[in-house]
């Protein structure tokens, strides 16, 4: 890749500006992929390899204050005839999608910054969760990029009108696009979205068909793809997550790997669910829990059917995980593991109370 026109992969007048704040001799360029200590860079010249200086090494204290993919950077060079390029500096991200890293730490995984759009992909078959796209939804709210709710192959559908009212309580105020790859203008719906300097993120399950449509906007073979298996469980394409620049200079597109499962590492409730929180507002008690609480506005939405329960209790859920990694964030590895056996043994012996007192109630009938 050679002549980048930076404008158009995202540079804007805020990193400019930014930039102008260090050395005149470092260049800006935008992390385009990740591969262990190494990272490809574009700058106006082309596309390099490139390592993090000593110094930022040396003060990054956790993964967070590491370059990811869509991160802006100032580097020392623009051309690799000298060897690869040096990041000396991560300039201050606009957007960035995170979650939870694997484990029982409290570290956070970026999986790409300086994001527009966050395409959240899912494909209409058994796949198909709403619950699923609430938590994707809240992520993508909290990353500061608009969210757009991707369905793919429709094709395998058998009533799509029922599939996106399930989605109306879910995702309201959000755009739905509906693809399918059995056509050749089955990804027509996303292009609305391309444009000059604008970057757009992919996530979602395995094998929903996200590198399908990349290579659909790049107009060739770039990403390698697999079908969902028979289970409906996808299969691991994507390895890693990778900028791409789209012809015409459309801007670019990342993708990421597959993710079934995203553990929250910050989520924005107040409007992945504001109908509830607009309910929850009208309630006789301010810290109402909506659970047994008289003149309570949400569970009176429940019983009267404008609210699902399960809506509900989904919320209820990744609130319990907020307030978790929050209380956590301050405990050691070795307290929170026992908080959270502790929760779900409070959990337990609820249940088992419940069980006891209905019991002793039919006993006495």
């Avoid at 309630?283 to 109402?288: E, G, I, L, M, W």
């Avoid at 047994?292 to 509900?312: I, M, W, Y």
């Amino acid at each position: 890749m050679t002549g980048n026109n930076l404008n158009d992969i995202g540079l804007s007048e805020r990193f400019i500006r930014e930039a102008a704040m260090y050395d005149n001799n470092l260049h800006l360029a935008r992390v385009s992929a990740q591969h262990k200590d190494m990272y490809r860079v574009i700058t106006e010249s082309g596309e390099m390899w490139a390592e993090i200086s000593g110094k930022l090494a040396y003060s990054a204290s956790v993964n967070d204050d590491y370059p990811v993919v869509g991160d802006w950077v100032l580097v020392d060079r623009t051309e690799d005839t000298a060897g690869h390029a040096v990041i000396r500096h991560i300039l201050t991200r606009k957007s960035c999608f995170s979650r939870k890293a694997a484990g029982t730490g409290q570290e956070l995984q970026k999986i790409a910054a300086n994001i527009d759009t966050v395409f959240i992909c899912m494909s209409l078959n058994n796949d198909f969760n709403v619950r699923r796209i609430e938590r994707y939804l809240a992520i993508a709210w909290d990353s500061m990029a608009v969210p757009v709710i991707v369905l793919t192959k429709s094709d395998l559908c058998d009533d799509l009108p029922a599939r996106l009212r399930d989605l109306e309580a879910a995702a309201a105020g959000v755009d739905v696009v509906v693809t399918t790859s059995m056509s050749g203008d089955g990804y027509t719906g996303i292009s609305q979205y391309l444009q000059k300097g604008r970057t757009i993120a992919f996530i979602g399950s395995s094998g929903v068909g996200k590198s399908t449509l990349i290579n659909r906007m790049m107009g060739e073979q770039m990403l390698a793809t697999k079908e969902i298996r028979d289970d409906d469980k996808g299969r691991h394409t994507t390895t890693h997550r990778q900028l791409l620049v789209l012809p015409e200079g459309d801007g670019v597109v990342i993708d990421t790997p597959g993710m079934r499962e995203i553990q929250l590492a910050g989520a924005d409730l107040s409007r992945s669910f504001a109908d509830i929180e607009e309910l929850a507002a009208k309630c006789r008690f301010r810290d109402c829990e909506h659970e047994a609480e008289p003149q309570c506005a949400v569970k009176k939405a429940v019983e009267d059917g404008t609210l699902s329960a399960e809506r509900l209790e989904n919320y209820k859920k990744l609130q319990r995980e907020m307030v978790f990694e929050e209380r956590k964030s301050t405990m050691s590895a070795a307290q929170a593991e026992k908080q959270k056996v502790v929760d779900m043994m409070g959990s337990l012996n609820y249940c088992r109370q419940v069980l006891k007192s209905n019991r002793k109630y039919k006993g006495n009938k």
